[in-house]
């Protein structure tokens, strides 16, 4: 029997809001398994959500690893583990080493709050300010060795506001990423069942 969902594994270390727009998109139908979500963080909230949907959890803390070679070589076997088909960084705060992402080339995702090319890295919000823009968003692309730089595969756009701040300006720009994120799963997912 073909499968009939796209299995994949979520990695998260925060709120897991993202996790959480996934969940309710399986939710209504879209077809895609979550086998895991995985975090480098115990505390992290989106276990919680993982753990409240039914999703096994596992945590795999950095702390406990020599280097970033050792650790991601235990995350990419607790990954595979899973046999994900997509894997799903959903505000995964770590830096992969080039022979992790390889291994994943083509098959692991990223959701970025900017309008990618513009402000890889973190505190995307705030340098969007003080640069003026009157247009911010996010953007869902493939994960490739050097950071926040993998093809683009869907953007959304939200208006910079008079008197906004980096948190005012990051929510608008969530309620997107909840949107396309999904979306750029569900589209994978369709692409994958059809081959
Ligand atoms: C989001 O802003 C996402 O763009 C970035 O990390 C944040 C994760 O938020 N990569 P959440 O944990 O999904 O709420």
């Known amino acids: 029997m073909s499968a009939t969902k796209l299995p994949i594994v979520v990695l998260l270390s925060g709120s897991g809001s993202n996790l959480q727009s996934i969940i309710d998109a399986t939710a209504k139908g879209m077809p895609v398994d979550i086998r895991a979500v995985i975090s480098n963080r115990p505390d992290a909230y989106g276990l919680t959500r993982a753990h409240d949907a039914g999703i096994d959890t596992a945590v795999l803390e950095h702390g406990n690893f020599a280097d970033r070679e050792s650790y991601d ?93 980096p948190e005012t300006l990051a929510a608008r720009v969530l309620e997107q990423e909840h949107k396309i994120y999904p979306e750029a799963i569900r589209q994978f997912a369709e692409q994958w069942l059809k081959r």
């Open 73 to 165: 070589q235990a995350l990419q076997q607790l990954i595979d583990s899973y046999a994900p088909k997509l894997v799903v960084l959903a505000g995964f705060m770590r830096i992969l080493s080039d022979d992790f992402v390889r291994h994943y080339e083509g098959r692991m995702m990223n959701i970025h709050p900017s309008l990618l090319p513009k402000y890889r890295g973190l505190h995307t919000h705030a340098r969007a300010l003080e640069a003026g823009d009157e247009v911010a968003g996010c953007t869902v692309h493939y994960v490739t060795p050097e950071l926040d730089a993998g093809p683009i595969l869907m953007q959304a756009r939200v208006p910079v506001l008079d008197g906004d701040t």
